[in-house]
């Protein structure tokens, strides 16, 4: 085995990890999975929705990381959770991945 091909089925398994869980956690209605260069890897939810969200999400989570970098440039955005009236959006930008979970917020 190439350790390119040991790379990528190592790769797999972390991302299978991490979907599972994801999944686990109550609340949760959906997600998406992208690399960075914009395509994607896995989703939950329907396809349109997941391109709409995930362009979406996409330049929002690239203007929070602007702007923390603006505020010190030795820091770096490592999760933005947005909170709606009817769910929260939990986004986390990693350097290969991005990483969108829709979950129904606890009403208080």
Known sequence: MS???TLASTQQA?????????QTHKGVQGFILTSND?????????????????SLIRTLSDKAKSCVRDLDPQNDLTFLRIRTKKQEILVAPDKDYLTIVLQAHEQS
């Open 38 to 54: 914009g395509s994607f890897v896995r989703s939950s939810i329907d396809n349109s929705t997941t391109m709409s969200l995930t």
């Open 3 to 5: 350790s390119t091909s």
């Open 14 to 22: 972390e991302i299978e990890e991490t979907i599972k869980r994801i």
